[in-house]
């Protein structure tokens, strides 16, 4: 059974830094893109990121990119979000969604299975 | 980049069929954009109901369909249960693709 826990949230000032960590388990991880998607308070889902399979290659929403990165350990099944400058608006769940394919390549989400987010608070 | 459009709300009587629709400002909607369905009911983690315009996970209901309607994806719900009360995001997969912003469907 596909298992995705995220940790790692917490209350954080503006201008501080978080990493956040997705623990997988129940497929091999290795083998999929990784996507993280997050949901402020009372709004709709947001695009964050995704990963290819080995790391090569990642995406970043336009309006993150320069303070967000997204990397994985494939040898310990781990997936990461480190954010920086961070915003009052980056306030939100942030929420870890395994990619469907198995294949190296990155071509956008393909998401299927979705772990229960963490709470992020910038204030 | 195109901004993906959903209606804001809709509802549905129970047991009736309601049918949700994913545009996008740049033009419509195809099976190139492999369009994905989330489900979200209050207080719970999104889960992926469809993908790729039609294809259904182990777990989707078999009461949702989705297909391509007038230059829109679509997600068509037949005979709606009280549980399907939720918001719906349709997704438009590709590079630089996001989400819209979500219908939230009411089952009264």
């Known amino acids: 059974e596909v298992h995705l826990v995220e940790s790692g949230g917490g209350l954080v000032q503006p201008g501080g830094s978080l990493r956040l960590s997705c623990s997988a388990s129940?497929?091999?991880?290795?083998?999929?893109?990784m996507h993280w998607v997050r949901q402020g308070p009372g709004k709709g889902l947001e695009y964050v990121s995704g990963i290819s399979s080995n790391g090569g290659y990642t995406y970043h929403a336009d309006s993150l990119k320069d303070r967000f990165t997204t990397s994985r350990d494939n040898s310990k099944n781990v997936l990461y979000l480190q954010m920086s400058s961070l915003k009052p608006e980056d306030t939100a769940v942030y929420y870890c969604?395994?990619?469907?394919?198995?294949?190296?390549?990155?071509?956008?989400?393909?998401?299927?299975?979705w772990g229960q987010g963490t709470l992020v608070t910038v204030s | 980049q195109a901004v993906v459009t959903q209606e804001p709300s809709l509802t549905v009587s129970p047991g009736g069929t309601v049918t949700l629709t994913c545009g996008s400002t740049t033009g419509a909607v195809t099976s190139v954009h492999y369009p994905y369905w989330i489900q979200q009911k209050p207080g719970q983690a999104p889960r992926t109901l469809i993908y790729d315009t039609s294809s259904k996970h182990s777990w989707t209901p078999a009461r949702f369909s989705g297909s391509l309607l007038g230059g829109k994806a679509a997600l068509t719900l037949s005979g709606a249960q009280p549980e399907d009360e939720a918001d719906y995001y349709c997704l438009l997969s590709y590079i630089g693709g996001g989400f819209g912003g979500g219908t939230k469907l009411t089952v009264l």
């Open positions: 969604v395994k990619g469907r394919l198995a294949r190296e390549v990155y071509s956008g989400y393909d998401g299927d299975y």
């Open positions: 129940g497929f091999t991880f290795r083998s999929y893109a």
